[in-house]
């Protein structure tokens, strides 16, 4: 089970480092959020629209009193000679 999710995981972030997310992509980061809702759609999703970038909060409940709050960001630098690639 331990192998199955780490080998998700890392699947999953395989697939989302080939996102371009540098500012002002809209199109890249509306796949990758699309992406990221579809992974996680067993979860309650909601979006928020702040200086024109999409925002998800994603929790395993509907009440909004939370223990825990991960924080994430997708933009990223540009690159000259960027090719994403998995190592493992």
């Known amino acids: 089970m331990k192998e199955k999710i780490t080998n998700e995981i890392l699947n999953n972030t395989c697939?989302?480092?080939?996102?371009?997310?540098?500012?002002?992509?809209?199109?890249?980061f509306d796949?990758?959020?699309?992406?990221?809702?579809?992974?996680l759609k067993k979860y309650h999703i909601k979006e928020y629209i702040i200086n024109n970038?999409?925002?998800l909060v994603i929790s395993n409940t509907i009440d909004?009193?939370?223990d825990i709050i991960i924080c994430a960001h997708l933009d990223v630098?540009?690159?000259?000679?960027?090719?994403p690639r998995c190592l493992r």
């Open 15 to 28: 697939k989302l480092i080939k996102y371009k997310t540098i500012k002002e992509n809209y199109q890249e």
């Open 77 to 83: 630098v540009p690159a000259e000679s960027y090719i």
């Open 64 to 66: 909004t009193n939370l």
């Open 53 to 55: 970038y999409k925002n």
């Open 31 to 39: 796949k990758a959020y699309e992406f990221i809702k579809k992974q």
